[in-house]
């Protein structure tokens, strides 16, 4: 599977990105899939994930009621939509496709995932 993020970039403090992860090589519409981030110097952390119906998802409490995850599985893509962004929020933006084949379940652990895309820049200045 090869996965590419696209949608990163500049934003002032309060404004809205909206990130798109496009698989290719398999359809993961059994897979769930999340989406990490990294900021300079600290460890990669979950943001969000969604199961691969499309029908649940789980968020960090750090973004939870800013960013919000959906799917198409016709077109093989996850978008995370990020509105009312803050500084804290800059970092290099991963998204992954979960180990494990069905989808019904979804984590915040970095092990569950196996295939990561390249990642996509967010800054948010102040």
């Known amino acids: 599977v090869q996965l590419q993020a696209s949608g990163g970039g500049l934003v002032q403090a309060g404004g809205s990105l909206r990130l798109s992860c496009a698989a290719s090589?398999?359809?993961?519409?059994?897979?769930?899939m999340g989406w990490f981030r990294q900021a300079p110097g600290k460890e990669r952390e979950f943001v969000a994930a969604?199961?691969?119906?499309?029908?649940?998802?789980y968020y960090a409490d750090t973004v939870k009621g800013r960013f919000t995850l959906s799917r198409d599985n016709a077109k093989n893509t996850v978008d995370l939509q990020m509105n009312s962004l803050k500084p804290e929020d800059t970092a290099v933006y991963y998204c992954?496709?979960?180990?494990?084949?069905?989808?019904?379940?979804?984590?915040?652990?970095?092990?569950?995932?196996?295939?990561w895309g390249q990642g996509t820049q967010v800054t948010v200045s102040s």
């Open positions: 992954a496709v979960d180990r494990y084949y069905g989808g019904s379940s979804i984590s915040s652990s970095i092990s569950q995932y196996e295939y």
């Open positions: 090589g398999r359809t993961v519409r059994r897979y769930s």
């Open positions: 969604i199961d691969g119906s499309g029908d649940t998802t």
